[in-house]
């Protein structure tokens, strides 16, 4: 599809935030045919579609589900943050990985594409808050308590219609990662758990991957309260590209994504947009997003939509730096 001029000058020039990918497993579960520094057959993301998707801050994932008993969760864990590691260091004249705001902007200022590191649930923890202390030195600044279920810091979306909230190693983990500067994200949590965080958290939550539940019904989408308690904090939802999350169905395009971000500016205000891929962390996308590289076409789309390049701007990276500006420091 042929861009209009105006897209393609539009994307060029913001600031373009990815909240969430799930791309550091590729680098140890895909035998060896994937490598981040070349554009690849398989997966949503590397180095060169990455730029060509305008990207210049990509959020990065390291997520343990299937790996939470005994100590399987902390060393997965540790075996995704040294391939990720290992590969920041191969692309380290094209990738930063950030340790504060005042990283960030620079990286953004030199034309690197700022990588900021991220726990997707809390369980390589086992139950230690001194290992969080000990993420954060290998560069981890966000984090997520949960993955859909119940660990020791909180109940997540999956435990159903009486979970439960946040416990108090959790409050604990929370207190730390508020005083360590990290990123806080509430996704996947139960909306009892989602709201006692909001509450409890001195920093703007982030939820890096939902989209909105009155237009899709999607356990894992956000109801109009929880999406308005997250503006009034100060907080941004990363609006995400999985056909279920869109239509509550197996396909979506961009036309029904967009029903997402006309619903929540509309009703709650363009602060509190964003965008959260989850790009090879889901087995089909949005038609027309089907890889980063095709993220100026989700820019177009906002402008036929009636979006200010103001509010695109907002939305394409603005409103997450707001937030990473604060929690990072």
């Known amino acids: 599809m042929e861009l209009p001029d105006r897209a393609l000058e539009l994307h060029s020039q913001a600031v373009v935030v990815d909240a969430h990918c799930d791309t550091i497993h590729l680098l140890i579960d895909s035998h060896g045919r994937y490598n981040f520094k070349q554009r690849n057959c398989i997966g949503h993301l590397d180095l060169p579609r990455l ?79 001194e290992l969080l202390h000990i993420m954060h030195r290998l560069g981890v600044r966000g984090f997520s308590l949960t993955w859909n279920d119940r660990n020791l810091l909180a109940d997540g979306v999956g435990v159903g219609e009486k979970a439960g909230g946040l416990t108090e190693f959790g409050r604990q983990v929370l207190r730390d990662v508020n005083r360590l500067g990290m990123i806080v994200d509430a996704a996947h949590l139960s909306r009892r758990a989602f709201f006692e965080l909001l509450d409890a958290s001195i920093s703007p939550v982030i939820v890096s991957h939902a989209n909105a539940a009155a237009v899709s019904n999607h356990r894992r989408n956000l109801d109009d309260a929880q999406i308005k308690a997250l503006r009034d904090q100060g907080g941004v939802v990363g609006l995400t590209f999985y056909p279920p999350f869109v239509t509550g169905r197996n396909e979506a395009c961009l036309e029904d994504l967009m029903e997402h971000f006309c619903y929540i500016a509309q009703c709650f205000g363009v602060e509190v947009l964003g965008l959260g891929s989850d790009y090879d962390g889901i087995p089909g996308t949005v038609t027309g997003l089907e890889d980063v590289s095709s993220l100026p076409l989700l820019t177009a789309s906002l402008l036929e939509r009636g979006f200010s390049e103001k509010e695109i701007k907002m939305i394409l990276g603005g409103n997450f730096l707001r937030v990473f500006s604060r929690s990072l420091g």
């Open 51 to 129: 730029r060509q998707g305008g990207v210049d801050v990509q959020l990065f994932a390291l997520c343990v589900a299937g790996h939470k008993t005994g100590c399987g969760a902390l060393k997965h864990a540790l075996v995704l943050l040294e391939a990720f590691h290992r590969m920041a260091e191969d692309n380290r004249e094209d990738l930063t990985l950030i340790a504060d705001g005042a990283g960030l902007t620079d990286s953004v200022a030199n034309g690197k594409i700022a990588a900021l590191l991220t726990i997707e649930g809390g369980e390589p923890l086992e139950g230690r808050v």
